[in-house]
T-cell receptor, first 114, second 115 residues
Framework: NAGVTQTPKFQVLKTGQSMTLQCAQD?????MYWYRQDPGMGLRLIYY???????DKGEVPNGYNVSRLNKREFSLRLESAAPSQTSVYFC?????????????FGQGTRLTVV | AQKITQTQPGMFVQEKEAVTLDCTYD???????LFWYKQPSSGEMIFLIY??????QNATEGRYSLNFQKARKSANLVISASQLGDSAMYFC????????????FGQGTTLQVKP
């Protein structure tokens, strides 16, 4: 019963490098999300996908791209990493867009850009 | 635009006492849902409680209850009989009908339970 799985758990990048954060869920959920967590800022939505084949910008999309590869997987790509993207990244999924469905979260990816 | 505000960056409570964590929200939608999550120092996000905008009664889940005041747009979390394991960061979140499934979070409140 894995739930939401994120890889990697930790990553150090040099400024300008690119990388992709992977997320997969095995709960047959339709909606998936990427957040970043910074001290004092809470969780801020980067991108989300309401269903397979759709993606939409959240509060802080600049510098990121996403791919909803299939129903299970939702990846987040940093094309040219910047120190401002140092953060903890969380992937989450929900059964659907109905208001009363809670989100399930992965364990997070701690990314440092030097 | 939807917004969640948690104005208490940090709170202290004595073990076995009750504590209220504040959350106010802003939305023009009539239909919305409010959530509380707990994040212990280990980092995982744990769902605690949900309140729908049309729910007539305040939500309760064990020692957690939600003090929902719709007119004031507040959804405060009440933890009764605090335990040392309640020390964590707590997040309020909202999903509303018009934002096509987005789940927006507040800044969080760090709660420390003193023995």
């Amino acid at each position: 019963n894995a739930g939401v799985t994120q890889t990697p758990k930790f990553q150090v990048l040099k400024t300008g490098q690119s990388m992709t954060l992977q997320c997969a869920q095995d709960m047959n959920h339709n909606s998936m999300y990427w957040y970043r967590q910074d001290p004092g800022m809470g969780l801020r939505l980067i991108y989300y996908s309401a269903s397979e084949g759709t993606t939409d910008k959240g509060e802080v999309p600049n510098g990121y791209n996403v791919s909803r590869l299939n129903k299970r997987e939702f990846s987040l790509r940093l094309e040219s990493a910047a120190p401002s993207q140092t953060s903890v990244y969380f992937c989450a999924s929900r059964q659907n867009r109905q208001l009363n469905t809670e989100a399930f979260f992965g364990q997070g990816t701690r990314l440092t850009v030097v | 635009a939807q917004k969640i505000t948690q104005t208490q960056p940090g709170m202290f409570v004595q073990e076995k006492e009750a504590v209220t964590l504040d959350c106010t929200y802003d939305t023009s939608d009539q239909s919305y849902g409010l959530f509380w999550y707990k994040q212990p120092s280990s980092g995982e996000m744990i769902f605690l409680i949900y309140q729908g905008s049309y729910d007539e009664q305040n939500a309760t889940e064990g020692r957690y209850s939600l003090n929902f005041q719709k007119a004031r747009k507040s959804a405060n979390l009440v933890i009764s009989a605090s335990q040392l394991g309640d020390s964590a960061m707590y997040f309020c979140a909202m999903s509303s009908a018009s934002n096509t499934g987005k789940l927006i979070f507040g800044q969080g409140t760090t709660l420390q339970v003193k023995p």
